[in-house]
């Protein structure tokens, strides 16, 4: 198969988010879990033998959530909010949802209420990661087993989730290496298309994802490249959705060329793997102790002090562009999003410390209105071709 094949057919997964998932319960009878983004361990519903499918919401205008949620919800929550009230997901059999936000944990209670469904999980994570919070982590691993033990009928057993963890941490290896050649020849893939890549993983079995991953990836490798000069630059922002498209590809229509970033639907979905030991309950909450420093959890070396503005998420991006050997910062800041506006604050400082070059640009749901950011993210390109 061509690259262009492979990428409409992504972009098209992408376009029709729960096709895939509607499908697959049709033909295997089996049941569908709607995470909500982000974090959720998917292995777990796997193991259990479901379906876990990521709820980005859609693409689509908000018509109906704004008479249930505030209109200062961000616009992840009001998106998924709105494709619940118009139906897409009442072919699923559960909603599940990790609290990685107040927004996640008013909406989600506001579902529960306003259209429950008959599996509702939500689980806790500590917001404070140490050792003294892990043995709490556990036991919500543990409740969330039980939970889907209860739903599925099917039993998971330690052998059952070690193969599920296994799988997910193929898929986060193929990412992996997808990222790589993006970084070690940029222009090979878009940003647009790699952050609909990663999405679209998240909306069909894992098994057809490792497959589809292979195929890609051995198409990229063979494929060429024109070799115009463009600079690198990470993109950093959004926690939980998926950025708009023409977006991302307004900024490498610039010259500019996303060599890494830190998107739920990039480079943090695979940044860290499941190590599997021991026990493989305990393995996922190790590695939720071990996760890379995120706008939506502190970790004991991130608590503030008076007079201390240490922050582990901007040292984290920092990193990024240090490896990336990139050029500039494009921070895409999601309206209303409160765990990301408190540490873009530290974020902004740090880089202009650092001397990083950066450009934060508000974002909405759906198509944002280019024309008012065109001329800033033009300018930005040619400040840094003119001075790099
Ligand atoms: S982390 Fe931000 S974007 Fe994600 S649900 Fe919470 S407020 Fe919304």
Sequence with gaps: MKKGEMLTGFKTMFKHPYRRAAEWK??????????VPMYFPDEMVHAA????????????????????LMTNACDQVRSTFDSLLKGHYDFMDGVA????????????EVWQLDRPFPFFHQMWRPFKMDGSTRPFLLKELERLKS???????????????RESIESYNESRLLIRAMNDIRSRRPGILGAADTARIIAAGMLMPIEENIT??????????????????????????????????DLLDMLENYGLSVIDDDLFSGGRRCATDVILENDPVEALADSYMNALPCTTHHFPSAW??????HSPYSDHV??????????????????????????????????EEEGIPFLPLVTQHGPVPLESLRTRVQAFAERLKTHL
């Excluded at 949802?97 to 989600?108: M, N, S, T």
């Design 26 to 35: 049709r033909i295997t009878g089996k049941k569908v879990i709607g995470c």
């Design 49 to 68: 033998g479901a379906l876990p499918v990521a709820l980005f919401g859609s693409g689509e205008p908000i018509s109906h959530a704004d008479a249930h």
């Design 97 to 108: 949802a990790l609290h990685v936000c107040d927004q996640v944990r008013f909406f989600i």
């Design 147 to 161: 939970s889907l033990e209860k739903l599925t009928g099917n039993q998971i057993t330690p052998q059952a989730l």
């Design 212 to 245: 589809l991953m292979k195929q890609l990836i051995s198409v990229l490798e063979r494929e060429a490249i024109d070799g115009s000069e463009r600079t690198r630059i990470v993109v950093a922002g959004h926690p939980c959705a998926v950025p708009d498209a």
């Design 304 to 309: 503030m002090k008076s007079g201390d503005d």
């Design 318 to 351: 920092i990193e990024m562009v240090r490896k990336g050997n990139a050029e500039a910062v494009v921070i895409l800041r999601m309206m209303y999003c409160d765990p990301f506006d408190l540490e873009f604050v530290f974020l902004k400082k740090r880089l």
